[in-house]
Each structure stands twice: as C-alpha cells, then as structure tokens.
C-alpha cells in the first residue's frame, strides 16, 4: 500500500523519528502532536485551554494539508499529565467539533517535555 508523508509548510523538524502525518488509501494518520513552537519548545505553559488550543490547530493544519478537514476527524487519543486539565481540555476539544463527535479515548501520562499538559493524535478519513 502505498503511503505519503504529511508535512505541513512552517512544520518544526520532529524531537524523534516521525512526520506530522501520513496518508495511506484515504487515511490520514495525524502523530501525537504536542504543544510546541518552530523550535520545540512548549507553548502556553501552564494553560491546558491554550496549549489544546495550539495542538489541534496544529493537526488541523496537518489533514488540511493531506485534503481534508476537522470534519473527517474519526478518532482522537487524548494523553494529558493531569485530570485537573480535562475539563479545560474538553472545553476547546468541543470548540473543533461541533457537531457529531468522533470517537476518542483520554489518559492521563507523563508527555515528553515536563511543561506540556496535553497531547493528541487523530485519524481522519479523507477518501470520497
């Protein structure tokens, strides 16, 4: 199956070895996304509303580039450090989708950078 990476244009070189995306037979496979700047550094330290903020404009960015949109959005991984947060964090989730909600799942974990409060990695379905 043939597969592309997704690399929006202003993306950050990644702290690992991955790509924002990648899209294979309509799908697109949006990496956990944290939220951080060109430099990889956190954004918004200390407020969870703006960071998830941040992180799905991010991978709105991500399945605009691959030809889709919010809409097409069928499943979320939500990782946040704190479960004081996941209000705050559902509170800007619900702002990116209105209507019919995709399925999702939500841990609280450690994240690779100490001042990172959320992040998320989605699947949307972008085929026709």
């Known amino acids: 199956m043939p597969k592309k990476a997704i690399v929006p ?3 950050s070189a990644p702290i690992a070895p991955f ?34 903020r941040h992180v799905l404009e991010t991978i709105k960015r991500v399945i605009e580039t691959a030809g889709g949109t919010m ?4 499943f979320n991984s939500i990782f946040i450090t704190s479960w ?21 799942f939500c841990i609280q974990c450690g994240l690779v950078k100490p ?7 989605s699947v949307a379905h972008i085929a026709k």
């Open 19 to 52: 790509v924002p995306g990648t899209l294979a037979d309509g799908v697109v496979y949006v990496s956990g996304t944290l939220p951080f700047d060109r430099d990889n550094n956190v954004v918004h330290v200390g407020d969870a509303a703006a960071q998830t």
């Open 71 to 74: 809409d097409d959005v069928t």
């Open 115 to 121: 001042d990172a409060l959320v992040e998320i990695a």
């Open 84 to 104: 004081d947060n996941y209000a705050a964090v559902n509170a800007v989730y619900a702002d990116y989708f209105p209507g019919e909600k995709p399925a999702r």
């Open 9 to 11: 244009a202003g993306s």
